[in-house]
């Protein structure tokens, strides 16, 4: 089962800052956050990943709680094609570990 | 941009037969990953690969799935003798080091 928790669903008015929370309270220590998206039902999108630090690149921004038991991912200036479901995901830094999906949260960006 | 691609996007099949997946990965990198998804549910790992060995398998890949990467470029998943209950998308991915990217997925029908 996934070890984290995310809301089912999120609104957002276009041009405005989405963020989804998630909960990830079991954490380890070696275990990074990432986060995908998926669209409609094409092949998930890596978004951004972090440990400890906040880390942005040009598509979000991520926010690691100091006791690094939540995280928030912000979409800084939503748009309609940014509707997708978003998955947050603990792994393992070692490479060859699976991903273990959740049922993530729908995000609908509305215009 | 480097990115994964998959062959045939859309693969139709009768119970019982074979079916071939193909995956080309991103070149330089190392691990390979097949994952699928049935309609309206989560993504599910079914078995990651190195060094041209399995290096972990899920429950769902049993002995009806194999992979194999044949020559330098090409990472394939085998269904022996598919199920109705096989009827998925089926998504390649492929990582350096941690980060796993994601081909836009075959769906698999199986009538």
């Known amino acids: 089962d996934a070890k984290t928790t995310q809301p089912p669903s999120m609104d957002c008015a276009e041009g405005r800052a989405a963020n989804l929370p998630c909960n990830h309270s079991?954490?380890?220590?070696?275990?990074?956050v990432y986060w995908y998206r998926q669209i409609h039902s094409q092949g998930p999108q890596y978004i951004i990943h972090?440990?400890?630090?906040?880390e942005t690149n040009e598509m979000a921004s991520l926010i690691i709680t100091e006791d690094r038991k939540s995280s928030t991912l912000i979409l800084p200036h939503a748009t309609l094609r940014d509707t997708a479901v978003y998955y947050c995901i603990s792994k393992s830094s070692d490479s060859n570990y699976q991903l273990i999906w959740g049922a993530g949260t729908k995000l609908i960006i509305k215009p | 941009e480097p990115e994964v691609t998959q062959t045939p996007s859309h693969q139709v099949t009768q119970m019982g037969q074979e079916v071939i997946l193909r995956c080309v990965p991103i070149?330089?990198?190392?691990?390979f990953y097949w994952y699928r998804q049935i309609l309206g549910q989560k993504v599910e790992f079914l078995v990651s690969?190195?060094?041209?060995?399995?290096?972990?398998k899920s429950e769902i890949f049993d002995d009806q799935f194999s992979v194999e990467r044949p020559d330098g470029s090409n990472f394939t998943l085998k269904i022996r003798s598919t199920k109705l209950e096989d009827s998925a998308m089926y998504f390649c991915?492929?990582?350096?080091?941690?980060?796993?990217?994601f081909g836009p997925g075959t769906r698999l029908t199986v009538l």
């Open positions: 972090g440990l400890k630090n906040n």
């Open positions: 991915a492929s990582s350096l080091k941690g980060t796993q990217y």
């Open positions: 690969f190195y060094n041209n060995e399995i290096s972990e």
């Open positions: 079991t954490i380890s220590g070696n275990e990074y």
């Open positions: 070149s330089n990198h190392l691990y």
